[in-house]
């Protein structure tokens, strides 16, 4: 790994579904970790989990990115459901509406600029960082509901 790689990871969490929801992520770079958090008043937990990865990669300069996601939506959405959503112009294979499509297509946008690596990690398990982006996104929401 060369200097210039960044880890990042991200969760989202709700209060209600949909409810009030909360997201976060923490970016780590050559030793450095930096968290970002926000909330939003009504939303779900997919919209949280999206809009994390979102912001991670919005403020993240590097191109050389692995994002570890609790979030099998945001990982098999962007790594395979995408490209057929796009093939058929936004609809799911049923022929619905993709839901959260303004955050898929900002997300595709922001993937396509980078090179990412996606991991998927085990939700609520012995995952450090994963365990610390659940409790600050879980924060946000409590941070702004008291």
Known sequence: MSANNTTIYTDGACSGNPGKGGWAAII????????????ELSTTNNRMEL????KALEVSGDHHITIYTDSKYVKDGIEGWIKNW???????????????????????ELAEKKNIQWK??????????????DAEARKAIDNETN
């Open 28 to 39: 780590i770079n050559a030793g450095k970790e930096k968290i970002i958090s926000g909330f």
């Open 51 to 54: 809009t994390a990865v979102i």
């Open 120 to 133: 998927w990690v085990k939700g609520h398990a012995s995952d450090k960082y994963n365990n610390l982006v």
């Open 86 to 108: 796009k093939k058929n112009g936004w609809k799911t294979a049923s022929k619905q509406p993709v839901k959260n499509k303004d955050l898929w297509t900002l997300l595709d």
